[in-house]
């Protein structure tokens, strides 16, 4: 009987797209924590539905290949979908992060990908879902708003919750002040429950029954 002891093995990266549709910001610092060593992935896609958007530059610059479909150029959701899907799949992508993507998911990629879709989203959700969520938080008068981090599902930002943080509102705040503080906040709580997440989906990955390796 052998008594040598398998040392733990560094999980293999996941391969990860980024999902985006204005000027990249999460995208960004997503990129940024790749780079510093903060979240072990590969970003190997960004995929935009607006083919002007200014994030596709920032790609572009940073080496990040992409991939830019208008839906209006489909004959339907589904049609859309398939052909990121394709990209995808080419890419071995096997984890999404929207960021700032316009957009709602449809059954052909959360079946494609299922609880392996996340978003972040500016506000403490179930509060101020939807569009404008930093505005209807200080319209509403709150004196608390902040950032969620949740698994997408079929609903509009109301998949299981993952993370989030508060952002306090304060009495003479503009809208740009908070908007900055909540941008602040989201570049600091996305990667670090990203970076969570895909050490968790590596090693699930990389799990194997028949041997003893275990990764970290």
């Not at 995208?27 to 780079?35: K, N, P, T, V």
């Not at 190997?44 to 830019?68: N, Q, R």
């Not at 489909?74 to 700032?100: C, H, M, N, R, W």
């Not at 709150?142 to 950032?147: D, E, L, S």
């Amino acid at each position: 009987m052998s008594n040598v002891s398998h040392a733990p093995i560094r999980c293999e990266p996941q391969n990860i797209a980024v999902f985006a549709s204005g000027n990249g910001s999460n995208f960004l610092a997503i990129h940024r924590a790749i780079q510093s060593g903060q979240l072990h992935a590969n970003l190997v896609l960004l995929v935009c539905d607006k083919p002007s958007a200014p994030v596709i530059h920032k790609a572009e610059i940073l080496g990040v290949p992409t991939l830019a479909l208008s839906p209006k150029d489909f004959p339907d959701k589904a049609a859309y979908e398939q052909a990121i899907l394709k990209a995808l799949s080419e890419k071995k992508v096997t984890f999404i992060a929207l960021a700032g993507y316009m957009r709602l998911i449809g059954p052909t990629l959360l079946q494609a990908y299922p609880n392996r879709i996340v978003n972040i989203h500016p506000s403490l959700l179930p509060a101020f879902p939807g569009r404008d969520a930093i505005k209807q938080a200080m319209e509403a008068g709150v004196k608390v708003t902040g950032v969620t981090v949740h698994v997408v599902d079929e609903s509009l930002d109301n998949g299981p919750i993952i993370a989030q943080e508060p952002v306090a509102v304060f009495d003479n705040d503009s809208l740009e002040e908070l908007e900055a503080r909540i941008h602040e906040t989201e570049h600091d709580l996305y990667p670090k429950t990203l970076a969570q997440l895909l050490n968790h989906f590596a090693k699930e990955t990389s799990h194997d029954k028949t041997s003893s390796h275990q990764c970290i």
